[in-house]
């Protein structure tokens, strides 16, 4: 069956320091990959997507995902973490052979420490 | 643009009472969409409706849970009777894709929190 898993639960970060939050998923063909955040209290909010072309996709607030079709990987990454990034990251993953419908990771809570 | 008004923003009510989330989407989005967030099984899509109309029910929970969208520009979801375990932050999205093709952008609302004591 289809799935995303983000294995990191918890991630802390000092401020200024790079980000990695990993990503994979289980699908039979390359489905369209997004990365959502949601700031405490607040709804989540779309930071990328990636339907083809480039596997390197640029978001908002200065982040950046790349897509590896080898590891079936979809890995989110900032290079330095400001204290405003702190918020829960949703990976999701969408494959229009499943009807549509986005299908989301566990989450992954980033931490900030100053 | 408002962007996706969802009402109430909290509830608590008692089991067995009746309960009605209601959700206004995006104007001009074709595609609404009701997930469900709980700490231990994360974001659960419910329904989701395309130009009005049900497209998939499959994770509606139980016949407790009932969702209708009378009109493109609002939606409701309902629990009769509600029950402890019904506690969660519902959230409606919508999309602005036509029939068949979203786009995956979702624009989610602020979420109705549920307390069902």
């Known amino acids: 069956a289809q799935s995303v898993t983000q294995p990191d639960i918890h991630i802390t970060v000092s401020e200024g320091a790079s980000l990695e939050l990993r990503c994979n998923y289980s699908?039979?063909?390359?489905?369209?990959l997004f990365w959502y955040v949601q700031s405490p209290g607040q709804g989540l909010q779309l930071l990328l997507k990636?339907?083809?072309?480039?596997?390197l996709v640029q978001g908002i607030k200065g982040f950046e995902a790349e897509f590896k079709r080898s590891q079936s990987s979809f890995n989110l990454r900032k290079p330095s973490v400001h204290w405003s990034d702190a918020a829960e990251y949703f990976c999701?993953?969408?494959?229009?052979?499943?009807?549509?419908?986005?299908?989301f990771g566990a989450g992954t809570i980033l931490r900030v420490k100053s | 643009d408002a962007g996706v008004i969802q009402s109430p923003r909290h509830e608590v009510t008692e089991m067995g009472q009746e309960v009605t989330l209601r959700c206004k989407p995006i104007s001009g989005h074709n595609s609404l969409f009701w997930y469900r967030q709980t700490m231990m099984r994360g974001l659960e899509l419910l329904i989701y409706f395309n130009n009005n109309v049900p497209i998939d029910d499959s994770g509606m929970p139980e016949d407790r849970f009932s969702a209708k969208m009378p009109n493109a520009s609002f939606s409701t979801l309902k629990i009769q009777p509600s029950e402890p375990r019904d506690s969660a932050v519902y959230f409606c999205a919508s999309d602005s894709g036509r029939a068949g093709s979203n786009t995956g952008e979702l624009f989610f609302g602020e979420g109705s929190r549920l307390t069902v004591l």
């Open positions: 999701a993953v969408d494959a229009p052979e499943y009807g549509n419908k986005l299908v």
């Open positions: 699908y039979g063909a390359t489905p369209y």
């Open positions: 990636y339907f083809s072309g480039d596997t």
